[in-house]
């Protein structure tokens, strides 16, 4: 189906300049908002949400069985274009820069590119400051946004946490990154479980997310705090200490300040890894020697 509207919006809209998308699409996962919030910036005048509405009304208006939602409009870092994020049928958030001087779009995914690429995005991880695994003076950093509750951050975990032992010279950075409610219900509760694990017994944080991990077939949203207190006893910890700091309001002020690092370095789906700065998305579905290759060149292209 993502073929087809892709399809039909190219057929349809004259001026489309490109209908690459680079976004994986991967089940249970969410755009990142639910609302256009974000403010235009002085080269930038942003279309209202009525004025995107009317725009995918006169586009896919002919076909009934195409629907969306629009996420988030907001300026993109090209002057006078704007980046609107819309889901259609449910699939995973397409983004859509828009030029309203033109009236033409481009539908994929901006890339990072020059001769250094990643650097805003590595500066702006320097605010990561989530469970770590450090074994020596880091020479890179590897930072992963994770929801418990997500089964491919489930498959991921481990094959990220034996690349961190693979490569001492890398700082690795786990930032909780639970979903809205509507596509996991129980996911906030875990990360709240789980910040609290990472301050409280800081040597067994990464044996509790796994021991979550393991276990999160079993977990629902009523039974949430009971499974995870549960699990914390399990691996010798207190779980009736830990309950009590997941309720508290700074520790979901501590998960939501991890999410809105995401959210600013453009995170909608997980798991999502950052290698020094690169964004690389589907990690369990990546062969294992392509994912050290792609490690050993970031710590060979260090700071650049």
Known sequence: MKKLWLAAFLFLSVNVVSAQSATTSVPGT??????????PDAATTLPTNNEVE???KRTFGYDPSINWVIYD???????GVADILVSVNKQTAQHIYFSSGTQSATIGEMIPFGPDPFGPLRAKLEAADGPAIV???PVISVVEFSDLQCPHCKAAEPLV???ANDFPQVRYVFQQFP???SVHPWALKGAEYADCVGKLYPALF???IDAVFEGQIGISAPTADDKLKELATGIGLDGQKISTCASLPQTEAAVRKSVDLGQSLDVNQTPTLFVNGRRVLAIADIPHDKLKNLIQFEIDHAGR
């Open 161 to 163: 946490e034996k690349l």
């Open 54 to 56: 009317a725009a995918m």
């Open 30 to 39: 969410s755009p990142r908002k639910q609302t256009a919030t974000t403010k």
């Open 73 to 79: 409009i907001r300026a993109s870092t090209i002057p």
């Open 135 to 137: 074994h020596q003076t």
């Open 206 to 208: 990464w044996k509790y």
């Open 179 to 181: 979903l809205p409610a």
